[in-house]
Nanobody, 124 residues
């Protein structure tokens, strides 16, 4: 199983970035997928998640209304559209596939597969 995150970069505050997560070695539609981020010196934190069918999404309060998670199971990809970026959004962003029977979508321990991370830097 491999999750490959891409799309990070340097952007000015107020700008947008689109992160992608390409999956291989698993049937993506069977997995609840999430995006987390980890800023320097901080723990990895939940940002967004989406059900296997794409019908339901969930967001951290800090990104609600600015970030949108989506998926294309036919292309084995999950996307995080990030708008109105703020300097505090600066972090390494990770995509992850949740363990099917995990109870929570908000904790890292519920996710069994992780991408390598992509760095997002938002300048003020």
């Amino acid at each position: 199983v491999q999750l490959q995150a891409s799309g990070g970069g340097l952007v000015q505050a107020g700008g947008s970035l689109r992160l992608s997560c390409a999956a291989s070695g698993l049937t993506l539609s069977r997995y609840f997928m999430g995006w987390f981020r980890q800023a320097p010196g901080k723990e990895r934190e939940f940002q967004a998640a989406i059900t296997g069918s794409g019908g339901t999404t969930s967001y951290a309060d800090s990104v609600k209304g600015r970030f949108t998670i989506s998926r294309d199971n036919a292309k084995d990809t999950v996307t995080l559209q990030m708008n109105s970026l703020k300097p505090e959004d600066t972090a390494v962003y990770y995509c992850a596939a949740r363990t099917p029977k995990a109870a929570s979508i908000y904790v890292t321990s519920s996710y069994e597969y992780w991408g390598q991370g992509t760095l997002v830097t938002v300048s003020s």
